[in-house]
């Protein structure tokens, strides 16, 4: 049987975040019971054959379906093949974790929690659209210890609007005292088509100022190192050991399987991506049509691509020999001018047969990761 990591999307939310453009909706819970349902057919049809290497729901927020549709959909992942030990992870946000979904979700065999904080500022989770408070997290944080949690990941963002270099500082120390096993620190981009974005298109967001983006940067990485969190991918930080194995899954270009709408999947050496559509999901799956929106055959040279400026978010970045076993190329025979380019610019670096990012490439990582493209 095939070993593959596996993500289940939720699309379902109590009220989306102004910065938000994953594909999830507010006030459509009168579709839950038959997304679940139309959700659990498609788990049986592509799951019954695969060992499940690791497991991650997400969303949307996972969390806020009602405990019927939980259960239903916890228990069915956890009747499937695991390898030992495998990491299962659900996204779950404050205001809607209660005490009796933490006990389905421990019941049913979920291993490791993903909280989403973004701030510790009350006034600036309401400026972008959270529906909590600092105190409410603390709460359902502690709740979930509680019940045995013991691999719990924080997310938090910089450069919200009106967010001072101090605000975040504070919010550093805060879950530092928490003392999560992960912290995943991103910065703020600003999507077409949300809220913010309408925003900026009208001048009314007051954004940080780039030096002061690039400080929040820094700050991250020298309070969360100082604490005993190792930076192993650009926005990500872990205790030792505790890395989220699911997200090197996707960062090492290793095959994996989406199920639920919009959905993607890297299998058999193809792009597959799911419809958006909750009714027409929901029919298609119903009546046994397909329901992918896209199927994309990568040529090698995609391959390439994908696995360097993936590989790159790395902190450890791209192993030659890898690259090599995998594409049956010397990876200077492909982009020899491109890394002594960047090499020289002090972008990246080369040692132990490892190529990676400089500090300084990590702040211009998105120009670097673009001169990989063939």
């Given amino acids: 049987m095939k070993e ?56 949307g927020t996972p969390s806020h379906l009602n ?30 974790l209660t005490e009796s979904k933490l006990r389905i979700i421990k019941d049913c065999g979920m291993n490791r929690i993903s909280m989403g904080l973004q701030t510790t500022n009350n006034n600036l989770l309401k400026k972008i659209g959270r529906i909590h408070t600092i105190e409410e997290f603390c709460e359902n944080y502690n709740r979930a210890r509680q019940f045995g949690f013991e691999n ?37 981009i600003i999507e077409e088509g949300t809220p913010f974005y309408n925003m900026s298109e009208r001048g009314i967001l007051n954004l940080p100022k780039e030096d002061d983006e690039r ?58 991506k799911n419809i958006d559509s909750i009714t027409e999901y929901i029919e298609r799956i119903c009546s046994g049509k397909d329901i992918y929106e896209d199927v994309v055959k990568n040529t090698a040279k995609e391959d390439m691509e994908e696995f360097m400026f993936l590989g790159l978010r790395m902190i450890q970045g791209i192993n030659k020999d890898d690259f090599k076993n995998r594409f049956k ?39 670097v990761m673009s001169e990989f493209i063939l």
Avoid at 24 to 49: F, H, M, P, Q, V
Avoid at 158 to 187: A, M, N
Avoid at 344 to 364: F, P, R, S, V
């Fill in 215 to 272: 400080q929040m940067y820094k700050l991250t990485k020298d309070i969360l190192e100082a604490n005993g969190y190792h930076q192993y991918e650009i926005s990500n930080y872990s205790k030792e050991g505790m890395e989220c194995y699911h997200n090197k899954v996707y960062w090492k270009c290793e095959e994996y399987l989406g199920v639920g709408v919009s959905s993607s999947s890297y299998i058999n050496g193809s792009r597959v």
């Fill in 329 to 367: 190329k010397d990876i200077y025979d492909v982009y020899r001018s491109v890394i002594k380019e960047n090499i020289k610019k002090g972008l990246l670096k080369e040692e132990n047969n490892n190529i990676y990012l400089t500090d300084k490439g990590i702040e211009l990582s998105n120009y």
């Fill in 67 to 96: 405990e019927d549709n939980l259960y239903k959909l916890l228990n069915k992942l956890n009747c499937l093949s695991y390898i030992e030990n495998a990491e299962r992870t659900i996204e779950c946000n404050p205001g809607t």
């Fill in 152 to 188: 719990i990941n924080i997310d938090i963002m910089f450069g919200l609007p009106d967010q001072s270099i101090s605000d975040y500082e504070e919010t550093l120390r805060g879950i530092i005292k928490l003392k999560p096993e992960h912290i995943s620190c991103y910065s703020l």
């Fill in 4 to 59: 593959i990591a596996l993500y289940v999307h939720i699309p379902f939310c109590k009220q989306k975040c102004f910065y938000c453009d994953f594909p999830s909706y507010a006030g459509r819970e009168g579709l839950e019971d038959d997304y679940i349902n139309s959700l659990i057919k498609e788990i049986d049809i592509k799951c019954s054959d695969k060992v499940i290497k690791s497991l991650f729901i997400g969303g």
